[in-house]
């Protein structure tokens, strides 16, 4: 299997089930493993870290990205950044289902991004089902929150520290809480 393949398999939401994709996700996971590896265990300047980045998710990322390290990802090539996004350290992206961040997005310690589930029933379990995250421009994500997959949040909304996100989030909300549930609008006066 290509990456290419599987990307476009992904889309379709289908069970992660057949021995050629396991084996892919296996080569991919350990490749992941190598890059995040070098990222995490040595100090390294702004410019180095998205290098290696850059090497983690297979295309270039914007020199106006920055991380601060440790970063984990147990796939890497399924999550597209866009400009002035910073994320804090001890993140975790599970991207196999994919994970974008819009513009101007900012990330707390510790969040997870969670892009596979495994099926409910009790003989289904053993399989697991891709749906992507996308987070909208200027996105607040506050630390230890985690967003599950299949879900999109608006532009401009925030995240609570701690929440867990299983419902897609609208644009110019705060959400909170487990499962995280529209607190209150952002309006005018915040913006």
């Not at 900012?106 to 409910?120: E, P, S």
Request: charged share 20%; glycine share 10%; proline share 5%.
């Amino acid at each position: 299997m290509e990456l290419k393949e599987f990307l476009e398999y992904v889309k379709t939401g289908k069970a992660l089930s057949s021995d050629e994709i396991h084996r892919f996700m296996d080569e991919m996971s350990d490749e992941a493993r190598r890059v995040t590896f070098r990222l995490n265990t040595a100090y390294h300047t702004p410019d180095e870290v998205r290098a290696l980045l850059s090497e983690l998710f297979g295309k270039e990322a914007d020199p106006t990205l920055r991380v601060f390290p440790p970063f984990y990802t147990d796939f890497g090539k399924n999550i597209t950044i866009g400009r002035h996004v910073f994320i804090n350290a001890c993140c975790h992206f599970q991207d196999h289902g994919g994970v974008t961040l819009g513009d101007g997005c900012q990330i707390g310690h510790n969040v997870v991004f969670a892009t596979l589930n495994h099926g409910i029933a009790p003989g289904d379990r053993v399989h697991t089902y891709p749906a992507p995250i996308v987070l909208g421009k200027n996105v607040w994500v506050g630390s230890n929150a985690t967003i599950l997959q299949g879900v999109t949040v608006g532009d401009n909304a925030i995240i609570a520290a701690g929440a867990v996100v299983t419902k897609d989030v609208p644009a110019d909300t705060i959400v909170g809480g487990v499962p995280a549930k529209v607190i209150r609008r952002i309006n005018e006066k915040f913006m």
